[in-house]
């Protein structure tokens, strides 16, 4: 009996004591997850202009052009009336058809619709032209950096939304992206209209053999420098790049530097800087698919910080002055060296000259990494 007294008492004690703690604490409300999360996240005004609305519509369009692309292609072969068709279309696309390699099918009128201006405008994407390019020669742009995905350069080259065709008449440009993408239904035929060829060697002998005016440019760094692609950075991945450099000299195509000044703005990544998990990961996918996937991020529909669509910073691709080359079938690894070195000496001008007015928000100055 006395032992069941106290243990009554203790447990007395034990939720008297209990309830002077909690007392003393101090709590905060809960706060909703939904306030939390509208707390963090800068939400879209209700009310924007409508060019607004349509120039960041033609953004989304184009970054999930090649899942809008694949959808369609999968709904259409839902309908089995459709299927001779398609497969029809497939046979031509994929074994038929060698226009991704014998410079595309470039429809004039598709590269000057509406949709690219509003394309050019959101960020806005504009270029910067030095010298003029006298169309009795072949060339050969070399675009930098890649960024996250080269949006400048598919405003520049690719469409007519920056006035390309204006600024150097008789020049025929042709942007030049992996083969893989030929393989998809649909988006191979847009991306064919806009003047996109394959950057497989064939195709880049094809198009600059296509006489004088004929051009290509080539995203120099590719997959490798779009895992360097920070903000406010310009690493480059040049020096071991010698492939376009030889392929100009034996077509003759005078080289001509781009540097794009905001391309690596419109995306935050990641960071992954090497030796890193993330990194070696990342090398390992591109090593195996020929292309890499960097963990970025910029805004979305409706919000402007978090979604995979670009920020609206601006793009100005600065085209610099031509390099004369000299044909040359078989040109020596010196003559290889000389003409690269002039090409990085001219980047690094371009870059000195325009980095305080484009770039006054580095973290650091130009780079060549690798």
Request: charged share 20%; hydrophobic share 45%.
């Amino acid at each position: 009996m006395s032992l069941r007294r106290l243990s009554n008492a203790s447990r007395t004690l034990s939720a008297n004591s209990l309830k002077e703690r909690l007392s003393k604490l101090t709590t905060t409300p809960l706060v909703p997850v939904a306030t939390a999360l509208q707390a963090n996240i800068d939400f879209v005004p209700a009310r924007i202009p409508r060019k607004r609305r349509l120039q960041m519509l033609a953004v989304a369009l184009w970054s999930v052009g090649i899942i809008l692309a694949t959808v369609m292609f999968l709904l259409l072969c839902s309908y089995p009336p459709l299927w001779p068709f398609l497969g029809m279309y497939q046979i031509w696309a994929l074994w038929i058809d060698k226009s991704p390699e014998h410079g595309g099918r470039t429809s004039p009128w598709f590269r000057s619709i509406k949709f690219w201006t509003y394309f050019a405008d959101y960020y806005p994407a504009s270029f910067l032209k030095e010298a003029d390019l006298p169309a009795d020669r072949p060339y050969l742009f070399g675009y930098h950096p890649h960024g996250i995905i080269g949006m400048g350069a598919v405003a520049t080259f690719a469409t007519e939304a920056t006035g390309f065709s204006a600024a150097f008449p008789g020049i025929k440009p042709h942007l030049l992206t992996l083969a893989s993408n030929f393989k998809i239904p649909f988006y191979r035929d847009v991306i064919l209209a806009m003047g996109i060829c394959s950057v497989s060697k064939k195709s880049c002998s094809n198009i600059l053999q296509g006489g004088p005016g004929s051009a290509i440019t080539i995203v120099v760094g590719g997959a490798a420098e779009s895992l360097n692609a920070q903000p406010g950075t310009a690493d480059l991945t040049l020096r071991r790049r010698l492939g376009f450099i030889k392929l100009a000299i034996r077509h003759g195509a005078d080289l001509v530097p781009v540097f794009s000044f905001g391309e690596n703005d419109i995306y935050e990544q990641m960071p992954n800087k090497r030796g890193t998990t993330v990194y070696k990961l990342q090398e390992k996918f591109k090593a195996v698919f020929g292309f890499t996937l960097p963990l970025f991020h910029g805004r979305g529909l409706l919000n402007y910080n978090l979604g995979l669509m670009p920020y609206r910073r601006q793009i100005v691709a600065v085209i610099g002055r031509p390099i004369h080359v000299t044909q040359t079938e078989n040109p020596s690894l010196e003559e290889v060296m000389r003409m690269q070195k002039l090409y990085i000496e001219e980047l690094e001008r371009i870059w000195n000259t325009y980095k305080d007015v484009f770039a006054k928000a580095r973290t650091r100055e130009l780079s060549i990494i690798a």
